[in-house]
């Protein structure tokens, strides 16, 4: 299950301290409050209604059913949805983003709702505050050998690693469309340069900075219990 609605797949590399309930603040900017409409939308299920501001190039890649099943990953892999904590906003390589960070049962999940020059959602991204661990040898090689192959088009190769719900979500033609995104916003894959994993009882995650010809990107790979790759997460370094 990938974590970024864009094409398909976010963030901090080290433990979170507990966020605490929301204080009275400044009146919230539109941003914010779409934002914090999207993740009330998201969390209560309303998924047409979550969709309602997105752009046409995120409308086109992320279905209603996506969205459940996301919904559904998060639920498996952090608990039941609590309540919103925080909403943050900054501009990100000159497009407003907006962070809504949201407790959950087993910890926080960040999500991140980046909107385009229009004004309407062009990416969501969730992700797992989750405790920064030693990295699994075995873990890194699969995490290591998927971005490789990646980068090659071995497409074969990195749907293997894959579990039934990014088999569905992420076919060869989509895996294509990811590399070439990635080509043009990053450029040419160079090397890997370094490697950190975070953990939780149902989901670790090993993040892989990689040095490419036009800027890096770091690539988190998302396990399951089973060692199988259930997400694949990609944000410029």
Avoid: Y
Avoid at 40 to 59: C, E, S
Avoid at 72 to 90: H, K, L, N, P, Y
Avoid at 206 to 230: G, H, I, Q, Y
């Amino acid at each position: 299950m990938t974590l970024l609605f864009a094409t398909s797949l976010a963030l901090p590399l080290f433990a979170q301290p507990p966020h605490q309930a929301e204080s009275p603040k400044q009146a919230e900017s539109p941003a914010q409050k779409v934002a914090r409409q999207f993740a009330a939308n998201f969390t209560a299920g309303h998924f047409d209604a979550a969709a309602k501001d997105f752009n046409k190039a995120l409308t086109a890649a992320v279905s209603p059913a996506t969205m459940k099943g996301m919904s559904d990953q998060i639920t498996a892999w952090m608990g039941a949805f609590q309540s919103i904590t925080s909403v943050r906003e900054a501009m990100v390589d000159g497009f407003p983003s907006v962070e809504v960070v949201m407790a959950h049962e087993k910890g926080p999940v960040s999500l991140k709702v980046v909107f385009d020059r229009s004004g309407r959602i062009g990416s969501v991204l969730f992700d797992p505050l989750l405790a920064a661990t030693a990295v699994d040898p075995d873990l890194e090689r699969s995490a290591r050998a998927l971005v490789a192959d990646l980068m090659a088009s071995r497409f074969g190769a990195v749907s293997a690693q894959f579990d039934d719900n990014m088999h569905r979500e992420l076919p060869p033609p989509r895996l294509a469309d990811l590399v070439w995104s990635l080509n043009t916003t990053f450029g040419t894959f160079l090397s890997v340069t370094e490697v950190q994993q975070r953990s939780g009882p149902e989901v670790r995650i090993v993040d892989l900075t990689a040095a490419c010809d036009k800027r890096p990107v770091k690539v988190s790979v998302v396990f399951n219990p089973k060692s199988k790759v259930s997400g694949i997460v990609m944000t410029p370094k």
